[in-house]
């Protein structure tokens, strides 16, 4: 049975959501399970870490906040784009090679527009960077049939234990893999529990530690990663969000009917029921609904 959502505005249930979740013990054992864990879903930009990953077994030479903004669905804050132009450049590149679209950034004190400070940004240049490292071809670096994309295919592969479903395209215009919210909590999973000086770790420290550079100062990732050090989360588009702890607790959260609104509560639900909590994650587990500007109502699992 899936999560139930609602939406309370002045007393009344205004809204619903339904949401599937899944949950492992620092074992991989399963703790929770609510919906159709088991079906192909489109994780989206959950599946960054991945990619990332992908690239650095590719040859990609990137670290810390720089390579947290490589697996980042970004803000668009000035730090972003200045650390996408710097990957650009340590790779001897412009902007003018970047394939995602134009886009206005997340931040609402920018009205900043172009393919830079689109949240993807970050991704690609790391995807251009590697395939320099390679001398690859930079113009086609989206499609399927690209050495880059088939390595980042393979990755995929290898740590959800999972054939991909199926194959799409992202919002951004990269390949986009469908498969199991099983599987994705699998590859997280690998993260943590990597040794010291594998890629995995690598990625996984950088998230840890720089995650503003991972969302923006004041998205709710980030907020989440703060309260629990511990903690490795990247959401994705359409209400997905997938998340790793140190000792090997992990877990995906898929809202069904895409709402961003309803992940937090739901994400907190399933880090709680892993025993993951902190004061910090009351906001995010039960964000208002205003009215006037004020709070008259709040979003809560029921």
Not at 8 to 19: C, D, L, M, N, P
Not at 138 to 151: F, G, I, K, V
Not at 201 to 230: C, N, Q, V, Y
Request: with cysteine.
């Amino acid at each position: 049975m899936s999560l139930i959502v609602e939406v309370v505005r002045s007393g009344f249930v205004e809204s619903t959501h339904q949401a599937r979740m899944l949950t492992v013990d620092a074992e991989g054992r399963l703790v929770e399970t609510r919906g159709a864990v088991h079906v192909p879903a489109s994780p989206r930009s959950s599946m960054k870490p991945l990619q990332a990953l992908g690239m650095l077994r590719s040859g990609l030479a990137l670290e810390d906040e720089l390579l947290a903004l490589a697996c980042a669905s970004h803000s668009g804050e000035p730090f972003h784009v200045d650390g996408v132009r710097k990957i650009l450049a340590g790779a001897g590149l412009e902007e003018s090679a970047l394939r995602c679209p134009e886009d206005h950034p997340f931040d609402r004190n920018s009205t900043e527009y172009g393919r830079v400070y689109m949240n993807c940004s970050g991704k690609h240049a790391a995807m251009l960077a590697t395939c320099v490292v390679n001398d690859w071809p930079l113009t086609t670096y989206l499609e399927p049939s690209h050495p880059l994309q088939r390595a980042i295919r393979a990755t995929v592969e290898e740590f959800t234990g999972e054939r991909v479903a199926a194959s799409g395209v992202d919002g951004c215009g990269a390949p986009l893999f469908f498969v199991s919210m099983l599987g994705v909590t699998k590859a997280f999973r690998a993260f943590p529990r990597s040794s010291a000086d594998s890629y995995e770790r690598k990625i996984f420290d950088a998230m840890r530690a720089h995650p503003e550079w991972t969302s923006g100062t004041d998205r709710p990732e980030a907020k989440l990663m703060r309260a629990l050090p511990g903690l490795m989360l990247k959401a994705g588009a359409e209400g997905f969000d997938a998340f790793a702890f140190e000792d090997g607790r992990a877990g995906t959260v898929k809202i069904e009917d895409g709402s961003a609104r309803a992940r937090g509560p739901v994400t907190v639900a399933a880090l709680r029921s892993l025993g993951l909590d902190a004061p910090e994650l009351a906001e995010v587990a039960a964000p208002p609904v205003l009215g006037g500007g004020l709070s008259v109502g709040e979003v809560r699992i029921r």
